[in-house]
């Protein structure tokens, strides 16, 4: 009879560590690195038994930690969640739906999802919401709710938009679906979100430009802030769905990028360290902040 390939061995071996109570919930799994030198495999076989323990749900990724023995999904209770004495509204079905959101991703999200959740039938929701649409529009208007501008702001428009564009990069890394909900071409006049507009053209108001420039230098930064947080989003899922970090991932692929470097045609790119290309999303975000600021300082004197 054929020998296993060396992953499923390492998957097994693993996993009777996870079963066995050896591997408790939350503790760290050997990283793709560890596994490839305490099995004596290359760094890919390693990344794909740790695939395979992620997409069996034994083990998941966590940011800045690493991949971790996955706590066991309680089980499924028959009887309603909710207190039937608790009377149904609309804010517990945006707070339910905003929490499967963050527990599971927008993709997850269903009215059937939220009633189940509250443990109530389904169309009692559509006394509250019309439907996904305008609950989605709900969650990203309470969200913004929770990250309200201060009443006083800073004294420079610079401050002023720092501060904006640093409260809404909070709410996205809080809530990573979030800045899918947010169009810029179709914005929605909501009254958590509309502050923010005006906190920006108010930065920006009495420095020589006309509105439309000033609302053209909100929109930009919005949508810069918006579009790196994206990629939070992004990152999470790819985490999930290949049980490696960013800097996993980076080490896996270690070999196919020295491969491409070594060639020679990149010589500026191959000065890079893999550390360095294994960025931070918030370094990032704040490296884009900046530069975009610099350039709205010609603007706005």
Same mark, same amino acid.
């Given at each position: /009879?054929?020998?296993?390939?060396?992953?499923l061995?390492?998957?097994?071996?693993?996993?009777?560590? #996870?079963?066995?109570?050896?591997?408790?919930?939350?503790?760290?799994?050997? *990283?793709?690195?560890?596994?490839a030198?305490?099995?004596?495999?290359?760094?890919?076989?390693?990344?794909?038994?740790?695939? +395979?323990?992620?997409?069996?749900?034994?083990?998941?990724?966590?940011?800045?930690?690493?991949?971790?023995?996955?706590?066991p999904?309680?089980?499924?209770?028959? &009887?309603?969640?909710?207190?039937?004495? +608790?009377?149904?509204?609309?804010?517990?079905?945006?707070?339910?739906?905003?929490d499967?959101?963050?527990? !599971?991703?927008?993709?997850?999200? *269903? /009215?059937?999802?939220?009633?189940?959740?509250?443990? +109530?039938?389904? @169309?009692?929701?559509?006394r509250?919401?019309?439907?996904?649409?305008?609950?989605?529009m709900? @969650? &990203?208007?309470?969200?913004?709710?929770?990250?309200?501008?201060?009443?006083?702001?800073?004294?420079?428009?610079?401050?002023?938009?720092?501060?904006?564009?640093?409260?809404?990069?909070?709410?996205?890394? !809080?809530?990573?679906w979030l800045?899918?909900?947010?169009? #810029?071409?179709?914005?929605?006049?909501?009254?958590n979100? /509309?502050?923010?507009?005006?906190?920006?053209?108010?930065?920006?108001?009495?420095?020589? !430009?006309?509105?439309?420039? @000033?609302?053209?230098?909100h929109?930009?930064?919005?949508?810069?802030?918006? %579009?790196?947080?994206?990629?939070?989003?992004?990152?999470? !899922?790819?985490?999930?769905?290949?049980g490696?970090?960013?800097?996993?991932? /980076?080490?896996?692929?270690?070999?196919?990028? *020295?491969?491409?470097?070594d060639?020679?045609?990149?010589?500026?790119?191959a000065?890079?360290?893999?550390?360095?290309?294994?960025?931070?999303?918030?370094? $990032?975000?704040?490296? %884009?902040?900046?530069? $975009?600021?610099?350039?709205?300082?010609?603007?706005?004197?």
């Open positions: /009879m054929p020998e296993d390939p060396p992953y061995r390492i998957v097994a071996e693993l996993r009777r560590r #996870i079963e066995s109570g050896e591997l408790t919930p939350g503790a760290r799994v050997p *990283s793709v690195r560890r596994v030198a305490e099995w004596d495999v290359a760094l890919a076989t390693a990344t794909k038994a740790l695939a +395979v323990l992620s997409q069996e749900g034994l083990v998941r990724a966590v940011p800045r930690v690493g991949t971790v023995v996955a706590t999904a309680p089980a499924r209770r028959s &009887a309603p969640r909710r207190d039937p004495s +608790v009377h149904l509204t609309r804010d517990l079905v945006v707070r339910a739906a905003i499967i959101a963050d527990a !599971q991703g927008f993709a997850a999200l *269903s /009215m059937r999802a939220v009633a189940v959740e509250l443990g +109530v039938p389904t @169309m009692s929701l559509y509250h919401v019309r439907g996904r649409a305008e609950l989605a709900l @969650m &990203a208007d309470t969200v913004f709710g929770e990250h309200r501008l201060p009443a006083v702001p800073p004294p420079t428009w610079r401050a002023q938009l720092e501060l904006s564009a640093r409260m809404q990069w909070a709410a996205y890394r !809080q809530h990573p800045p899918r909900l947010i169009p #810029i071409t179709r914005p929605h006049p909501t009254r979100l /509309m502050p923010y507009v005006e906190w920006a053209l108010r930065a920006v108001d009495g420095h020589g !430009q006309d509105t439309t420039t @000033m609302l053209h230098a929109i930009t930064l919005f949508g810069y802030v918006r %579009g790196t947080a994206v990629d939070i989003e992004t990152e999470a !899922q790819a985490e999930f769905d290949t490696l970090s960013a800097e996993q991932w /980076m080490d896996a692929n270690e070999a196919g990028f *020295s491969a491409v470097l060639s020679g045609s990149f010589p500026v790119f000065r890079v360290s893999s550390e360095e290309f294994a960025f931070d999303l918030d370094a $990032l975000f704040e490296f %884009g902040l900046q530069r $975009l600021l610099d350039g709205f300082a010609v603007l706005f004197r």
